[in-house]
Protein backbone atom coordinates (compact mmCIF):
# COMPACT_ATOMS: atom_id res chain seq x y z
CA UNK A 1 0.00 0.00 0.00
CA UNK A 2 1.45 3.45 -1.20
CA UNK A 3 0.60 6.70 0.28
CA UNK A 4 1.59 10.73 0.25
CA UNK A 5 1.33 13.10 2.82
CA UNK A 6 -0.39 16.64 2.21
CA UNK A 7 0.66 18.90 5.05
CA UNK A 8 1.91 22.32 5.33
CA UNK A 9 3.53 21.94 8.54
CA UNK A 10 6.52 20.29 9.24
CA UNK A 11 6.36 18.95 12.54
CA UNK A 12 2.90 17.52 11.78
CA UNK A 13 4.59 16.03 8.72
CA UNK A 14 7.39 14.52 10.65
CA UNK A 15 5.35 12.92 13.65
CA UNK A 16 3.08 11.48 10.77
CA UNK A 17 5.32 9.91 8.80
CA UNK A 18 7.23 8.73 11.98
CA UNK A 19 3.49 6.70 13.11
CA UNK A 20 3.49 5.32 9.58
CA UNK A 21 6.85 3.99 9.36
CA UNK A 22 6.43 2.85 12.53
CA UNK A 23 3.57 1.32 12.97
CA UNK A 24 2.51 -0.20 9.43
CA UNK A 25 4.26 -1.52 6.18
CA UNK A 26 2.45 1.21 4.39
CA UNK A 27 5.34 3.23 1.45
CA UNK A 28 5.50 6.72 1.76
CA UNK A 29 6.57 7.55 -1.96
CA UNK A 30 6.48 11.67 -1.81
CA UNK A 31 5.32 14.19 0.57
CA UNK A 32 4.08 17.88 -0.11
CA UNK A 33 3.55 21.02 1.95
CA UNK A 34 0.65 22.32 -0.24
CA UNK A 35 -2.10 20.20 -2.23
CA UNK A 36 -1.10 22.17 -5.95
CA UNK A 37 1.80 19.74 -6.15
CA UNK A 38 0.16 16.84 -4.76
CA UNK A 39 -1.98 17.48 -7.48
CA UNK A 40 0.02 17.52 -10.47
CA UNK A 41 1.89 14.37 -9.06
CA UNK A 42 -1.48 12.44 -8.97
CA UNK A 43 -1.87 13.20 -12.56
CA UNK A 44 1.22 11.16 -13.47
CA UNK A 45 1.00 8.59 -10.04
CA UNK A 46 -1.15 6.32 -8.35
CA UNK A 47 -1.76 5.90 -4.44
CA UNK A 48 -3.49 3.94 -2.21
CA UNK A 49 -3.95 6.59 0.78
CA UNK A 50 -3.47 10.18 1.00
CA UNK A 51 -2.61 11.48 3.98
CA UNK A 52 -4.16 15.29 4.14
CA UNK A 53 -4.62 18.58 6.07
CA UNK A 54 -7.20 20.61 5.64
CA UNK A 55 -6.09 24.68 6.19
CA UNK A 56 -3.59 25.11 3.92
CA UNK A 57 -2.51 27.65 1.12
CA UNK A 58 -3.55 27.99 -2.08
CA UNK A 59 -5.55 25.13 -2.24
CA UNK A 60 -7.35 23.91 0.59
CA UNK A 61 -7.49 20.10 1.76
CA UNK A 62 -11.12 20.01 1.48
CA UNK A 63 -11.94 21.38 -2.07
CA UNK A 64 -8.49 19.16 -3.03
CA UNK A 65 -10.42 16.12 -1.72
CA UNK A 66 -13.61 16.90 -4.26
CA UNK A 67 -11.12 17.14 -6.88
CA UNK A 68 -9.84 13.27 -6.25
CA UNK A 69 -13.06 12.28 -5.76
CA UNK A 70 -13.56 12.53 -9.60
CA UNK A 71 -10.45 10.22 -10.09
CA UNK A 72 -11.72 7.38 -12.32
CA UNK A 73 -9.15 5.43 -9.29
CA UNK A 74 -10.00 7.08 -5.88
CA UNK A 75 -6.96 6.46 -3.27
CA UNK A 76 -8.48 6.37 0.00
CA UNK A 77 -8.67 9.85 1.98
CA UNK A 78 -7.10 10.27 5.76
CA UNK A 79 -7.79 13.56 7.25
CA UNK A 80 -5.45 14.85 9.48
CA UNK A 81 -6.48 18.26 10.81
CA UNK A 82 -7.06 20.33 13.65
CA UNK A 83 -10.65 21.19 13.37
CA UNK A 84 -13.69 18.87 14.13
CA UNK A 85 -16.35 20.98 12.18
CA UNK A 86 -15.19 19.73 8.92
CA UNK A 87 -15.87 16.34 10.02
CA UNK A 88 -19.53 16.01 8.18
CA UNK A 89 -18.32 17.51 5.48
CA UNK A 90 -15.29 14.79 5.03
CA UNK A 91 -17.29 11.95 5.18
CA UNK A 92 -19.92 13.42 1.97
CA UNK A 93 -16.37 13.23 0.02
CA UNK A 94 -16.44 9.72 1.06
CA UNK A 95 -13.23 10.15 3.77
CA UNK A 96 -11.81 6.97 4.81
CA UNK A 97 -11.34 8.51 8.36
CA UNK A 98 -11.01 11.87 9.84
CA UNK A 99 -8.04 12.03 13.01
CA UNK A 100 -7.81 15.25 14.67
CA UNK A 101 -4.44 16.40 15.90
CA UNK A 102 -2.75 16.46 18.20
CA UNK A 103 -2.21 13.08 17.24
CA UNK A 104 -3.07 10.25 19.63
CA UNK A 105 -0.52 6.82 19.54
CA UNK A 106 -3.87 4.82 19.71
CA UNK A 107 -5.94 6.51 17.50
CA UNK A 108 -3.20 6.67 14.68
CA UNK A 109 -2.27 2.54 15.39
CA UNK A 110 -5.75 2.08 14.87
CA UNK A 111 -6.38 4.03 11.78
CA UNK A 112 -3.57 2.63 10.02
CA UNK A 113 -4.60 -1.09 11.16
CA UNK A 114 -8.63 -0.21 9.14
CA UNK A 115 -6.18 0.73 6.27
CA UNK A 116 -4.29 -2.23 5.83
CA UNK A 117 -7.01 -4.39 6.65
CA UNK A 118 -9.30 -2.68 4.01
CA UNK A 119 -6.64 -3.56 2.10
CA UNK A 120 -6.14 -7.20 2.73
CA UNK A 121 -10.02 -7.54 2.43
CA UNK A 122 -9.92 -6.25 -1.02
CA UNK A 123 -7.39 -8.53 -2.13
CA UNK A 124 -9.25 -11.48 -0.96
CA UNK A 125 -12.13 -10.41 -3.03
CA UNK A 126 -10.91 -8.76 -5.83
CA UNK A 127 -10.94 -11.00 -8.89
CA UNK A 128 -8.07 -10.42 -11.50
CA UNK A 129 -9.19 -13.79 -13.63
CA UNK A 130 -10.43 -11.02 -16.38
CA UNK A 131 -9.55 -8.01 -17.91
CA UNK A 132 -11.50 -6.01 -20.67
CA UNK A 133 -8.71 -4.74 -23.11
CA UNK A 134 -9.83 -3.17 -26.77
CA UNK A 135 -8.81 -4.19 -30.57
CA UNK A 136 -10.22 -3.02 -33.98
CA UNK A 137 -12.39 -0.52 -31.62
CA UNK A 138 -14.31 -3.63 -30.01
CA UNK A 139 -14.07 -4.35 -26.06
CA UNK A 140 -12.53 -7.59 -25.80
CA UNK A 141 -12.43 -9.62 -22.53
CA UNK A 142 -9.20 -12.06 -21.93
CA UNK A 143 -7.75 -13.77 -19.06
CA UNK A 144 -4.88 -12.20 -17.90
CA UNK A 145 -2.98 -15.49 -18.06
CA UNK A 146 -2.88 -15.17 -21.88
CA UNK A 147 -0.87 -11.95 -21.62
CA UNK A 148 2.60 -12.43 -21.87
CA UNK A 149 3.96 -8.84 -21.81
CA UNK A 150 2.58 -4.96 -22.49
CA UNK A 151 4.76 -2.11 -23.44
CA UNK A 152 3.79 1.47 -23.51
CA UNK A 153 3.01 3.53 -26.32
CA UNK A 154 2.15 7.26 -25.07
CA UNK A 155 -0.83 7.27 -22.94
CA UNK A 156 -2.09 3.70 -23.60
CA UNK A 157 -0.64 0.22 -23.19
CA UNK A 158 0.02 -2.12 -25.54
CA UNK A 159 -1.05 -6.00 -24.93
CA UNK A 160 0.70 -8.81 -26.16
CA UNK A 161 -1.04 -12.35 -26.16
CA UNK A 162 0.76 -15.28 -28.21
CA UNK A 163 -1.20 -14.18 -30.96
CA UNK A 164 -2.88 -11.01 -31.03
CA UNK A 165 -2.27 -7.44 -29.62
CA UNK A 166 -4.61 -5.37 -27.79
CA UNK A 167 -5.12 -1.80 -26.56
CA UNK A 168 -5.71 -0.84 -22.48
CA UNK A 169 -6.61 2.53 -22.72
CA UNK A 170 -4.67 4.00 -19.70
CA UNK A 171 -0.60 3.97 -19.27
CA UNK A 172 1.18 1.40 -18.27
CA UNK A 173 1.63 2.44 -14.82
CA UNK A 174 -2.45 2.51 -14.38
CA UNK A 175 -2.51 -0.77 -16.23
CA UNK A 176 -0.16 -2.69 -13.91
CA UNK A 177 -2.29 -1.84 -10.69
CA UNK A 178 -4.96 -3.89 -11.91
CA UNK A 179 -2.63 -6.78 -12.68
CA UNK A 180 -1.79 -9.96 -10.03
CA UNK A 181 1.92 -9.02 -8.93
CA UNK A 182 3.16 -12.20 -7.88
CA UNK A 183 2.35 -13.07 -11.65
CA UNK A 184 3.72 -9.72 -13.22
CA UNK A 185 6.51 -7.85 -13.17
CA UNK A 186 7.41 -4.13 -13.78
CA UNK A 187 10.82 -4.55 -15.47
CA UNK A 188 10.92 -1.60 -17.62
CA UNK A 189 9.28 1.74 -17.38
CA UNK A 190 8.25 0.77 -20.86
CA UNK A 191 7.75 -2.82 -20.19
CA UNK A 192 5.60 -5.28 -17.96
CA UNK A 193 6.21 -8.91 -18.17
CA UNK A 194 4.14 -12.59 -17.10
CA UNK A 195 6.46 -13.99 -14.66
CA UNK A 196 4.94 -17.31 -16.25
CA UNK A 197 5.40 -16.78 -20.07
CA UNK A 198 9.63 -16.76 -18.85
CA UNK A 199 11.74 -18.86 -21.28
CA UNK A 200 15.82 -17.51 -21.26
CA UNK A 201 16.93 -15.01 -19.24
CA UNK A 202 19.97 -13.50 -21.41
CA UNK A 203 22.81 -11.22 -19.73
CA UNK A 204 23.12 -8.18 -20.80
CA UNK A 205 25.04 -4.64 -21.26
CA UNK A 206 25.89 -2.93 -17.97
CA UNK A 207 24.27 -6.04 -15.76
CA UNK A 208 21.09 -6.01 -17.13
CA UNK A 209 19.17 -8.54 -18.85
CA UNK A 210 16.85 -9.40 -21.57
CA UNK A 211 14.13 -12.45 -21.17
CA UNK A 212 12.68 -14.40 -23.59
CA UNK A 213 9.36 -15.47 -23.58
CA UNK A 214 8.04 -19.22 -24.70
CA UNK A 215 6.19 -18.79 -27.97
CA UNK A 216 6.57 -15.73 -29.20
CA UNK A 217 9.90 -14.14 -30.55
CA UNK A 218 9.96 -11.36 -28.24
CA UNK A 219 13.26 -9.90 -25.61
CA UNK A 220 11.78 -8.07 -22.75
CA UNK A 221 14.24 -6.12 -21.15
CA UNK A 222 14.95 -5.16 -17.18
CA UNK A 223 16.25 -1.67 -16.59
CA UNK A 224 19.16 -1.71 -14.27
CA UNK A 225 16.96 0.28 -11.72
CA UNK A 226 14.98 -3.47 -11.29
CA UNK A 227 17.28 -5.35 -11.60
CA UNK A 228 17.85 -6.15 -7.96
CA UNK A 229 13.92 -6.78 -7.84
CA UNK A 230 14.01 -9.37 -10.51
CA UNK A 231 16.96 -11.28 -9.31
CA UNK A 232 15.32 -11.56 -5.97
CA UNK A 233 11.90 -13.17 -7.83
CA UNK A 234 13.86 -15.22 -9.71
CA UNK A 235 15.83 -16.50 -6.96
CA UNK A 236 19.38 -15.39 -9.14
Not at 56 to 74: E, H, R
Not at 198 to 209: A, S
Not at 219 to 229: A, D, H, L, T
Request: charged share 35%; hydrophobic share 40%; net charge neutral.
Amino acid sequence: MKCIIVEDEYPSREELKYFIKEYSSIEIIEEFEEALSALKFLEKNNVDVIFLDINMPQLDGMTFSKVISKFKQKPKIVFITAYKEYAVEAFEVHAFDYILKPYSKERMIHALKKLEDSEEKFDKTYKYDKIILCKNEKMIVIDWVDIYYCEAHERETIVYAKDEKYVAKMNISQFFEKLPKDKFFRSHRSYILNLDKIQEIIPWFNNTYNVKLVDIDAQIPVSRKNIKEFRRIMGI
